[in-house]
T-cell receptor
Framework: NAGVTQTPKFQVLKTGQSMTLQCAQD?????MSWYRQDPGMGLRLIHY???????DQGEVPNGYNVSRSTTEDFPLRLLSAAPSQTSVYFC??????????FGDGTRLSIL | SQELEQSPQSLIVQEGKNLTINCTSS?????LYWYKQKYGEGLIFLMM?????EEKSHEKITAKLDEKKQQSSLHITASQPSHAGIYLC??????????FGTGTRLQVFP
């Protein structure tokens, strides 16, 4: 049972480049979310999804897109990377009121 | 919007000492989660508190929820180096989205 898998683990981009952070879960959880973690600011919600075909914005959605075509996958897209998006990104999934399961994170640096 | 404030932000203790981390909400708490994070890793779920006055323990870690004070505390007894990491509290806001505190960094030295 892999849980929540994030790829890649590390990535360096140049300003203006685009990329997709992958997130997959094998627990059949309906709820998935993306957070970014910055020093002194805890985890902030970017986007979330309550089921396949349904997505919504969190606290800091600007500059990011998501889609949920399947229950298992919830990719996060950076359309035009900016240095302010340098962060550690976490994907999480859960079912009902149960605690969220987190991936190991993607460390993203934008030069 | 609801905010969670954790205190202290950082804690350095000697092995064997007890310690407490607090999480205070700006609004009513309808439940609270405690997570632990080691450097370079994801968040590991520790405990979930759902009712005011609830207290849960796992090994040497005890968490309590004081609904009236809009606060939760995490207490570690006889700390060990394996307890080192970042502790985060999380709570559902009024739309059921999970928000997090800024974290408490714990270091335990021999």
């Amino acid at each position: 049972n892999a849980g929540v898998t994030q790829t890649p683990k590390f990535q360096v981009l140049k300003t203006g480049q685009s990329m997709t952070l992958q997130c997959a879960q094998d627990m059949n959880h309906e709820y998935m979310s993306w957070y970014r973690q910055d020093p002194g600011m805890g985890l902030r919600l970017i986007h979330y999804s309550v089921g396949a075909g349904i997505t919504d914005q969190g606290e800091v959605p600007n500059g990011y897109n998501v889609s949920r075509s399947t229950t298992e996958d919830f990719p996060l897209r950076l359309l035009s990377a900016a240095p302010s998006q340098t962060s550690v990104y976490f994907c999480a999934s859960s079912s009902g009121k149960q605690p969220q399961h987190f991936g190991d994170g993607t460390r993203l640096s934008i030069l | 919007s609801q905010e969670l404030e954790q205190s202290p932000q950082s804690l350095i203790v000697q092995e064997g000492k007890n310690l407490t981390i607090n999480c205070t909400s700006s609004k009513t708490l309808y439940g609270l989660y405690w997570y632990k994070q080691k450097y370079g890793e994801g968040l590991i779920f520790l405990m979930m508190l759902q009712k005011g006055g609830e207290e849960k323990s796992h090994e040497k870690i005890t968490a309590k929820l004081d609904e009236k004070k809009q606060q939760s505390s995490l207490h570690i007894t006889a700390s060990q180096p394996s307890h080192a990491g970042i502790y985060l509290c999380g709570a559902p806001d009024n739309t059921d989205k999970l928000i997090f505190g800024t974290g408490t960094r714990l270091q335990v030295f021999p």
